[in-house]
């Protein structure tokens, strides 16, 4: 569920009309909606609610400082993958211990950041990385806190280009070598081993793979207790998925997620992680985009957006889907026919959309990418020098911009000439 909802025929972003918002900003913009922040957020919080437990929001899915304080302030931690995302869930009032740090390359200057900022625990990916950690901490003279990656070689059954759990994977370190990483992370000055951390994928629309994985952490954990390693928190990544269109079928709600985990792990008497990313932020954000050109063509007919593939990349990269509907609702049984939807980027991968069924649209029309939240404005680039998509964040009948859209000055001002030009 989400708060963009039709009212009096036309889309609104919780109480406030999604073109007055257009009309104030301009377009494209993406809009984000509090309520259903929250609410997702919430659903996770309470589907855990059997055990200890921390919600750590995914920020790579949307990062915005105000999106990251609004999950904040409810209570969340963050899940951050890099030292800028660090930086600005820091920024955002975040503190450190709610701050989990993953990602496979983490760098020295973004170890020691973390470790003077202070950090919930490194959740590691390869040996290497596991002795930095150690060489750094011991040469501040501090612990680190830290968890090891395992990859249970598990098939998500999702998209490839987001599936990480299976032993061809980049991610992790195999199940089957964990012993001996955990005996040398005991060894190592400067560790201090908190649990284990599994990810393995992103939208997954099946519970089976999760159980399949967690099973498998289960009876790591007893091993590793045995060992003498002390388990006592549980990382079990994100990666639930969302509804995409509103006809297919509903992938598993939070509540059957958390009762898979209590299932699999309630009884370890850990404590429990979990970064989720999509699932809070997809459906709590839309792109609004406005129709520049209606284009008549051979066979098939083109809707010309404003909005392109450099800021919502994800048709052109994971084939995705995203639900398309004019802002002004079309009247009950209106005509509907097939279209293009494409952006101006100079590239035919900027397509949005093959014969999509819309009703008539002319220029000047808003229409709406629907659960465009997550993994939208934060893969947006500048290709073809389109400024970055503004940001709006609304709650209840108040909207503010939470990024504004550069100018091209602004833009165009980043770079520098050498001297000899
Ligand atoms: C991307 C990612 C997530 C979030 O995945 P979602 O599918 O957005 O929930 C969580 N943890 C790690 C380590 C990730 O890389």
Not at 215 to 241: C, F, M, N, P, Q
Not at 342 to 353: I, K, M, R
Request: with cysteine.
């Amino acid at each position: 569920m989400d708060h963009f909802l039709y009212r009096d025929g036309q889309l609104y972003a919780e109480d406030v009309p999604v073109a007055d918002i257009a009309a104030a900003v301009g377009s494209p913009v993406y809009i984000y909606s509090t309520a259903t922040l929250l609410r997702h957020f919430r659903l996770f919080d309470e589907a855990l609610a059997w055990g200890p437990h921390l919600v750590c929001y995914a920020m790579k899915a949307a990062s915005n400082q105000a999106i990251l304080k609004t999950l904040a302030e409810a209570g969340a931690g963050m899940d951050v993958v890099s030292g800028g995302e660090y930086a600005r869930a820091k920024a955002a009032g975040v503190p450190g211990e709610r701050i989990v740090f993953s990602g496979i390359g983490k760098t020295r200057d973004e170890i020691r950041a973390a470790l003077i900022g202070g950090v919930r625990q490194f959740n590691i990916e390869s040996e290497p990385e596991m002795r930095v950690i150690s060489e750094i901490a011991s040469s501040m003279g501090v612990i680190a806190p830290v968890t090891v990656r395992v990859n249970p070689d598990v098939d998500a059954k999702t998209h490839a280009k987001i599936a990480t759990g299976k032993s061809e994977n980049k991610f992790g370190i195999p199940i089957a070598k964990a012993r001996s990483v955990y005996a040398e992370a005991a060894a190592l000055p400067g560790l201090k081993v908190v649990g284990i951390d599994v990810h393995i994928g992103s939208q997954l629309t099946d519970l089976e793979p999760f159980a399949m994985a967690y099973r498998k952490v289960a009876e790591l954990t007893e091993v590793l207790r045995a060992d003498g390693h002390e388990i006592s928190r549980l990382d079990l990544g994100g990666g639930l998925g969302i509804p995409y269109t509103r006809s297919n079928e509903a992938p598993p709600l939070p509540v059957e997620y958390g009762a898979v985990v209590q299932r699999e792990l309630g009884h370890l008497g850990c404590e429990i992680e979990i970064e989720p990313g999509r699932l809070i932020a997809g459906n709590a954000g839309i792109l609004v985009s406005k129709v520049i050109y209606v284009k008549e063509g051979e066979g098939r007919n083109f809707l010309i957006l404003d909005a392109a593939m450099n800021d919502l990349i994800r048709p052109a990269m994971y084939d995705a889907h995203h639900d398309i509907v004019p802002v002004i609702e079309a009247k009950a049984g209106a005509e509907q026919a097939p279209f293009d939807i494409v952006g101006p980027v100079c590239e035919s991968g900027d397509t949005f959309a093959k014969g999509r069924m819309m009703p008539a649209l002319g220029e000047g029309d808003l229409v709406a990418f629907r659960s465009a939240g997550a993994y939208g404005s934060v893969m947006a680039s500048e290709y073809n020098t389109r400024a970055l998509v503004p940001e709006v964040l609304v709650r209840d009948d108040q909207f503010a911009v939470i990024r504004p859209r550069p100018s091209f000055e602004d833009m165009i001002n980043r770079d520098s000439l050498p001297e000899w030009l």
